[in-house]
């Protein structure tokens, strides 16, 4: 791991003492990811096909979407007395390839206190829906006061996850982030920035040999924000902070293949 400051290595050293992997909240939030595939109508009615199947039990789930820009997302209540959150879920891309072959790398300053840089292309996605999204979250906040906030998000659902779960920190909320084929998201200085918030915890979930994870590549800049899960030969890995050599930053030929598949859900879900 890179550090700037002691402030941040005796920081992530409190993180790492109290972090705890949660599975079963991990395979509830890829389900919930890639019902985020399926229809406007579907997704409000929570009819997706074998995640309502699964998980029929979620309230009030309401789409929030930007046809100009093909962004999309939903939010809902997850009752589970385990969690009983209020879940913010962003769509990735509905053509992988595609993105992946036109997938810019440039950077914009995030904001004034962070002095950092993000992906341009991903902030822009995000900011597209942020007016409804924000309005929307107020509105389940009076309605559930109580209720955890959980983030989730595949692809580059993750990326626009990521940022909206930075914002909410920012605003002094405890979040759960739960993302699945996480691009890198911004620089060095937005992980230092991103790992100074304790009320902030992060599965990024990758799959074996998972693409997208990989892009953009840190020769340009980026770095990827902790803690990544790796799932690899049935089996995984909690790996150590940022770029852990060990884990998928070690696979060498990428797959797009293993992109589309996260913890016995598929981006082809039946809706």
């Known amino acids: 791991m890179r550090s700037s400051t002691l402030v941040l290595v005796i920081l992530t050293m409190t993180a790492s003492a109290t972090f705890v992997y949660d599975e079963v909240l991990a395979k509830e939030e890829a389900a919930l990811s890639f019902a985020a595939y399926c229809p406007t109508s579907s997704i409000n009615n929570w009819k997706v096909g074998y995640v309502s199947g699964n998980y029929p039990d979620i309230q009030n789930p309401k789409v ?25 879920v ?50 389940y ?20 996850a990521t940022l909206y779960a930075t914002q909410l920190a920012i605003a002094g909320n405890t979040v759960q982030l739960t993302t699945f084929g996480l691009p890198r998201v911004g620089d060095e200085a937005f992980y230092n920035y991103f790992s100074s918030f304790t009320k902030l915890q992060h599965f990024r979930v990758v799959h074996e040999k998972d693409a997208v994870p990989h892009v953009p590549p840190q020769s340009f800049g980026f770095n990827h924000v902790d803690r990544e899960i790796w799932y690899h030969r049935n089996s995984y890995t909690v790996c150590q902070l940022d770029e852990d050599p060990n884990c998928s930053d070690s696979v060498l030929i990428p797959s797009v293949a293993d992109h589309s598949f996260y913890m016995g859900w598929s981006s082809s879900v039946d809706c």
């Open 64 to 88: 929030f979407e930007n046809i100009i820009q093909g962004t999309k997302g939903y939010i809902a209540y997850n009752p589970n007395i385990n969690y009983k959150a209020i879940t913010i």
């Open 90 to 139: 962003f769509r990735g891309s509905s053509n992988i390839q595609n993105w992946l072959d036109n997938i810019q790398f440039d950077k914009v300053n995030y904001n004034d206190a962070c002095q950092c840089q993000v992906h341009k292309g991903f902030l822009e996605a995000f900011k597209s829906l942020q007016p409804d999204l924000d309005t929307l979250f107020t509105k």
């Open 141 to 160: 906040r009076n309605m559930y006061p109580n209720a955890k906030i959980h983030v989730t998000g595949h692809s580059l659902g993750a990326a626009m």
